[in-house]
């Protein structure tokens, strides 16, 4: 799907010719990027307003590219007083509006069932929008303390490829004979090779575009004899198209003991939608906090827009107390900027991330500090308005 601005207006003011004096990117038109933004649920209405914020401050600060913001009120509340979570048109509505991303906050209400609350919007996007990969870096950052022992920045640097449209998540199943006796609820798994091998295949191109070593597969084939040895299969048949980058297949189980006992062990970790799921809330708490990760569903081929989301819940909990951490949601628009194509804005957002946690300069409840949403995206902005948009170095 197309946004507001070419590809080739994209991609032109990124091109260098080496030893060439630079041109100008002031004789380009200026990139403009439409974003499709959902407050969702709980602290969605805090923290997704200042990840908001911060990415306009960014695109001010370097002055090359721009973002216009169409605001989505679609989710819980709207299921309460509709009965569905988006309009019924909900996915052409999106496909007509042209967006180049979608920024969405949590979703989920005590109020709603969660299979309603899944079901009823983010997985359909995923689905119709075909956002097959789901990537989630599990970093400890410096400055955070990690709940494992002895276990620092250096030990925890992992990147999940989480298979995103399919498997246990494809919705094939239902339910016969309710509340009888013999009453019987079935859920199938579905992988396709077309399916399978294209997010393996993408978890080993971007270990080797990002200078990652290993790819660990996620695998239970000793018990699940059908599906996950097809998915073993096919692992090894992508593996062997990439003879520079070590591969390896580990049972599920013990490769969460391995995310305790041994996270630098790991790097890059391809698995099917559920196991994905699990082993990354895991990589988030032993990274400090899942109130810092960030999530980027994507379609590589640009054929839809692609949706950025903090992987934490709505935390019904600390709604409205203006404690909630943004950084997960900041560090999602980072994703976003990266997969735009504006990698130095993104790479000194991400710059800029690390200097303020490093620095300790504000810090909410859930990384031991006192600073208030607000007060972290202060001095987010404050630091980005300090070094501009391009990253130091």
Known sequence: MSGSSSAVERQLPKLDVAGSIP???????????????????????????????????????????????????????????????????GIQVLERGGFDAILLGPIGDPRVPDHITLWGLLLPIRQQFDQYVNLRPMRLLPGVSSPLAAKGPSDIDMVCVRENTEGEYAGVGGRVHRGADNEVAIQEIVFTRSGTERVIRYAFEYARTHGRRKVTSATKSNAMQ?????????????????????????????????????PESL????????????????????????????????????????????????????????????????????LMLDHLGEKQAAAALMGAIETLVREGRARTPDLGGR??????????????????SKPEG
């Open 267 to 334: 790097d890059v970790v391809v698995a099917s939608n559920l196991f994905g799921d699990i082993l990354t809330d895991l990589g988030a708490a032993i990274s400090g906090s899942m109130g810092i990760a960030p999530s980027a569903n994507l379609n590589p081929e640009r054929k839809y827009p692609s949706l950025f989301q903090a992987i934490h819940g709505s935390a019904p909990d600390i709604s409205g107390r203006g404690i909630a951490n943004p950084l997960g949601t900041i560090w999602s628009v980072q």
């Open 23 to 89: 041109v100008s990117r002031s004789i380009f038109p200026m990139r403009r990027y439409h974003i499709a933004v959902f407050p969702g649920d709980g602290i969605g209405s805090e923290v997704i307003p200042v990840g908001v914020r911060v990415l306009k401050v960014l695109a001010e600060a370097g002055g090359e590219f721009r973002v216009d913001t169409e605001k989505f009120g679609w989710g819980s509340e709207w299921y309460l007083q509709h009965g569905v979570m988006m309009p019924s048109d």
């Open 226 to 262: 059908y599906n996950m040895v097809f998915w073993d299969d096919v692992f090894r048949s992508v593996a062997s198209e990439y003879p520079g980058i070590q591969h390896e297949q580990q049972l599920v189980d013990s490769l969460t003991a391995r995310f305790v006992a041994k």
């Open 371 to 388: 600073a208030t949403t607000e007060e972290v995206t202060d001095a987010l902005c404050d630091l980005i308005r300090a070094r501009g």
